[in-house]
C-alpha cells in the first residue's frame, strides 16, 4: 500500500475498501492529487468520498481526470451531459438498480474499466452497497481449480439480466426500449493491465457458461464460483449519504447493491469509464 502526503486514506474492510478524505472534487485537483487517488483505488480496488456536493459539470470534469468517460448501452445519459445517467428507485418501486452481485456490462467486448457513483437522495436508513475484492478470490482457490480456470473463457450475455433483475430488467419494467442484447467471451482469469494481478472474472448476472460447454454443463462449476465470489471474508459494505462518491473498478471487484429501503427514494448518478478488452 502507498504512502499518501495529499490525501487521508483509511481502510473500510480488511480485504477491499478505503475512505478519502481531505480532497474536495469540485477544485481543479493537482497532478499529484489525482495521481495518489488513483495509486488508492489501485490498492483498494474501491475508494470512497465523503461530502462532495458536485455539480454535474464538476463530477464530470473529476471524472475525466480518472479516465474517459463511456456510454451505457441500454438508457440515455442527462441531458447535456450524456456520460452520466440517473440511477433511481421511487417509493412504489420493488426492483432495484443492478440488485445483484456483478461487474458492470461483463457482456460488452470492451467492459468499463472502472465506475463512478454519487448519491443525491438517499433513504433514512437502507440502500447500501457491498464490494467483493476478485483477486482475494482467485487467490483462495486451490493451485488446481487455478490452474483448470487458467484455461477458460466464458460467456457473457446482456440476456440474462431476464432472470437476475439486473438493470436491464428493471429498464423493461419501466417501459424502454431496451435494443439488442450483447454478448462478449471473455477468460476466466483475467489479468489487470495496470497492476499484473490475476482476478475471478464471472458474476452471476451476465455469465452463462464456459466457452465450449454447454450452460447445463457449465452450471455446477459456476454456481460453486458464484458462491465463493462473494463470500463475507473478500467484501466491505458501504452506508451511503447524500454527497458520497464510490469509484470502484470493475477489472478486480464486483459490486452488489442492497435492495432493503423498499418506500424511500434513492437517486444516484452514475459514470462508467471506457476500459479495455480482457486478457
Request: proline letters at 5%; a negative charge.
Amino acid at each position: 500500500m502507498g504512502q499518501y502526503r495529499h490525501l487521508t486514506v483509511a481502510p473500510v474492510g480488511g480485504c477491499i475498501g478505503a475512505e478519502i478524505a481531505g480532497v474536495d472534487l469540485s477544485e481543479d485537483l493537482a497532478d499529484e492529487v489525482v495521481a495518489e487517488i488513483r495509486e488508492a483505488w489501485l490498492d483498494h480496488l474501491v475508494v470512497f468520498f465523503r461530502d462532495q456536493q458536485l455539480s454535474l459539470d464538476q463530477l464530470s470534469a473529476f471524472a475525466r481526470r480518472i479516465g474517459t468517460p463511456g456510454r451505457y448501452p441500454f438508457v440515455p445519459g442527462l441531458p447535456d451531459h450524456p456520460e452520466i445517467i440517473e440511477v433511481k428507485k421511487l417509493p412504489h418501486e420493488t426492483i432495484n438498480f443492478g440488485g445483484i452481485w456483478h461487474t458492470d456490462t461483463a457482456y460488452l467486448e470492451r467492459p468499463p474499466m472502472a465506475s463512478m457513483l454519487l448519491a443525491r437522495e438517499v433513504p433514512a436508513a437502507g440502500g447500501d452497497t457491498e464490494f467483493a475484492n476478485m483477486y482475494a478470490a482467485f487467490d483462495a482457490l486451490s493451485d488446481g481449480l487455478k490452474d483448470f480456470l487458467r484455461g477458460l473463457s466464458a460467456v457473457n450475455s446482456s440476456a440474462l439480466a431476464d432472470v437476475s433483475k439486473t438493470r436491464e430488467d428493471r429498464i423493461a419494467e419501466a417501459g424502454y426500449e431496451a435494443g439488442e442484447d450483447f454478448e462478449a467471451i471473455h477468460p476466466v482469469v483475467r489479468t489487470h493491465p495496470e497492476t499484473g494481478r490475476q482476478s475471478l472474472y464471472v458474476n452471476v448476472a451476465h455469465t452463462a457458461r464456459f466457452e465450449g460447454m454447454t450452460e447445463e454443463e457449465s452450471r455446477p462449476l459456476l454456481r460453486y464460483l458464484f458462491a465463493h465470489q462473494s463470500r463475507s471474508e473478500f467484501t466491505c459494505r458501504f452506508r451511503w449519504e447524500v454527497g458520497s462518491l464510490a469509484l470502484w473498478d470493475n477489472r478486480c471487484a464486483m459490486h452488489n447493491p442492497i435492495n432493503d429501503y423498499h418506500g424511500q427514494l434513492r437517486v444516484m448518478h452514475r459514470i462508467t469509464f471506457e476500459g479495455d478488452e480482457p486478457r
